[in-house]
C-alpha cells in the first residue's frame, strides 16, 4: 500500500485544516488508519486513528474535541479534519496503515506516508 498524505500548510491560531492520505496498490479499506504528527525535535506521536470500516474513531488527548478523522473507502482516502489549532500542532503529519484492529502506537502500523507540514502561526 502506497499512502500520500497532503493538505498542510500554514494556518493562524484557531483556524482549521483538512488534512488528506489517499491510497493505492492495496486493500486499503481493511487496514486501520492512523496519524502521526511529529515536531521539531519531539518523538513522533499517535494523533488519531480510524478502524477499516469508520465504525469506530479514536484520538490522542491532544486533539479530542478538535480532530476528526473520517474516511472514504470508495476514494480510498481518510481525513484528518483539525479545528481549532493551537500552535503546538505545528508539527509534520503522517498517515499510516495497520492491518491490526486498533493501535496508537508507531510500531503497530506497516506503511506509511511521506508526511505533510502544518504550520500553525500568527
Known amino acids: 500500500v502506497q499512502l500520500q498524505a497532503s493538505g498542510g500548510g500554514l494556518v493562524q491560531p484557531r483556524g482549521s485544516l483538512r488534512l488528506s492520505c489517499a491510497a493505492s496498490g492495496g486493500p486499503f479499506s481493511t487496514y486501520t488508519v492512523g496519524w502521526f504528527r511529529q515536531a521539531p525535535g519531539k518523538e513522533r506521536e499517535f494523533a488519531a486513528g480510524i478502524t477499516w470500516s469508520g465504525g469506530s474513531a479514536y484520538y490522542a488527548d491532544s486533539g479530542k474535541g478538535r480532530f476528526t478523522i473520517s474516511r472514504d473507502n470508495a476514494k480510498n482516502t481518510v481525513y484528518l479534519q483539525m479545528d481549532s489549532l493551537k500552535f503546538e500542532d505545528t508539527a509534520v503529519y503522517y498517515c499510516?496503515?495497520?492491518?491490526?484492529?486498533?493501535?496508537?502506537?508507531?510500531?503497530?502500523?506497516?506503511?506509511w506516508g511521506q508526511g505533510t507540514l502544518v504550520t500553525v502561526s500568527s
Open positions: 499510516a496503515a495497520s492491518s491490526r484492529p486498533y493501535s496508537t502506537d508507531r510500531s503497530g502500523y506497516d506503511y
